[in-house]
Every structure is written in C-alpha cells, then in structure tokens.
C-alpha cells in the first residue's frame, strides 16, 4: 500500500505517518521496499496505526508508546500496570480539573465586582 492509501485509511496526514516512522512508532515490518526503493506499507499498518492513534488521544506519549512498541510483546501483566498508571493519572487530572471548577464557581458565587479591578470589594 502507497503511504497516500494509508493516510486516507486512517486519517492522518502523510506527514504525521513519516513522522511516526522517524520517532519509530513504525517499525520495518510494516514497510516494505519496492525496487525503485517506494514504502510498501502492509496492510497490518492500519490497525497498528489505529492503535497507536488510541494511545495518543487517551494520553499515552509518543516516548510511552515507542517504549511499548520495543518491548516487543509485553506481559499481560506489564500493559495492565502501565494502562492502569494512565487510568490513575487521567482520573488525578480530572479531580484537578473539578478543583477548579469548583473554585471558579466559588468566584461566581461571591458575587464580586470588577469595577474596582479583579477581586476587589
């Protein structure tokens, strides 16, 4: 497959595909090389580019999954310690979040004014 199919398959510029394989998130067995020296992507890139798409959004860093990608097959039990440090951070990053929330809502509540500047009776 041309990298142009790949990148409509997945929906990502051909330039965050070469990237990716610059940073190494794409390894040689997903390429293969014709003989005027063109990328031949296999077709198991699709679902290895979905993965590593789903890393990224849920906040996994292209430094994590290139760690998971060279440890070639990691135990059951690694990957279920490594997703679980993520869940543990998204869930501190939440409750961050809902601080401030609450603190903003604080704020609004004590109904101050800016006439004076911000925070001033």
Do not use: W
Not at 85 to 106: C, G, P, T, V
């Amino acid at each position: 497959m041309k990298i142009s199919e790949v990148a409509k398959i997945v929906d990502l510029p051909i330039s965050t595909i070469r990237y990716y394989e610059k940073m190494g998130l794409i390894t040689d067995e997903y390429i293969r090389r014709e003989q005027n020296n063109y990328r031949d992507y296999t077709v198991e890139i699709i679902r290895h580019l979905d993965v590593v798409k789903n890393c990224l959004a849920v906040g996994f860093s292209i430094h994590d999954i290139k760690s998971m990608i060279s440890k070639n097959g990691i135990s059951k039990e690694e990957q279920t310690r490594i997703i679980k440090e993520k869940i543990s951070e998204i869930e501190d990053a939440q409750k961050k979040l809902e601080d401030s929330k609450r603190n903003l809502y604080d704020v609004l509540e004590s109904d101050i004014t800016c006439e004076d500047g911000f925070g001033k009776y």
